[in-house]
């Protein structure tokens, strides 16, 4: 079983739609979590992080995270084909290295 | 601020060849990390400084491969008698505050081993 596991996709919505992107972590230790985009070719580029059970919402994204049930999820409303990418979930424990599952590529339909 | 620097972007080595790649973090940054990914995998750790400190290393990592922070500024990482394994992009971090707010990557080094 890997740390970080997330469904590889690809996940397609059409434009407008909310994307779901989830994410689980084996490690209960795991206290900081990352959402990370990742265009086609490029290197990725940190969305948001999150620390606290609950939601944490910056512009289009929310992040949620459940540490009882080692779950954490992005939320992209109101999607754009820009935000085709693929998305990279990372848990670190305290002031240690990150951990990264191996993505969701998802599509943004026009 | 001109963020993480890497260099080369891209080399060919043949096997058995000695390769090395340099990482320049954002200069407030006190945290350095390397990372290693393959098309269609997420980033791998290979290992970490603090400063000048190498705080962690991977123990997937060979014995081949090998880096420093002399100054605690830029790094090196580089991997010795290459082999087409190794055939990767090498990415390149750095994060403050422990990185408790995530990391900053460089465009990555692509690494070709024929």
């Known amino acids: 079983q890997k740390e970080v596991e997330q469904n590889s996709g690809p996940l397609s919505v059409p434009e407008g739609a909310i994307a779901s992107l989830n994410c689980t972590y084996s490690?209960?230790?795991?206290?900081?979590f990352f959402w990370y985009r990742q265009y086609s070719g490029k290197s990725p580029e940190l969305i948001m992080f999150?620390?606290?059970?609950g939601d944490k919402e910056d512009g289009r994204f929310t992040a949620q995270l459940n540490k009882a049930s080692q779950y954490v999820s992005l939320l992209i409303r109101d999607s754009q084909p820009s935000d085709s990418a693929t998305y990279l979930c990372?848990?670190?424990?305290?002031?240690?290295?990150?951990?990264f599952g191996d993505g969701t590529t998802l599509t943004v339909k026009p | 601020d001109t963020g993480v620097s890497q260099d080369p972007r891209h080399k060919i080595t043949k096997r058995g060849q000695n390769v090395t790649f340099r990482c320049d973090p954002i200069?407030?940054?006190?945290?350095l990390y390397w990372y290693r990914q393959t098309l269609g995998q997420g980033p791998e750790f290979l290992t970490y400084?603090?400063?000048?400190?190498?705080?962690?290393k991977s123990r997937l990592l060979s014995d081949r491969f090998s880096a420093e922070r002399p100054k605690g500024s830029f790094s090196t990482l580089e991997i010795q008698r290459t082999e087409q394994g190794d055939s990767a992009m090498y990415l390149c971090?750095?994060?403050?505050?422990?990185?408790?707010?995530?990391?900053?990557f460089g465009s990555g080094t692509r690494l070709t081993v024929v």
């Open positions: 971090a750095s994060s403050s505050q422990q990185g408790a707010r995530g990391y900053t």
């Open positions: 490690d209960r230790g795991s206290q900081s």
């Open positions: 999150i620390y606290s059970n």
């Open positions: 990372a848990v670190s424990p305290n002031a240690g290295k990150s951990t």
């Open positions: 200069s407030e940054h006190n945290r």
């Open positions: 400084f603090q400063n000048e400190a190498q705080l962690e």
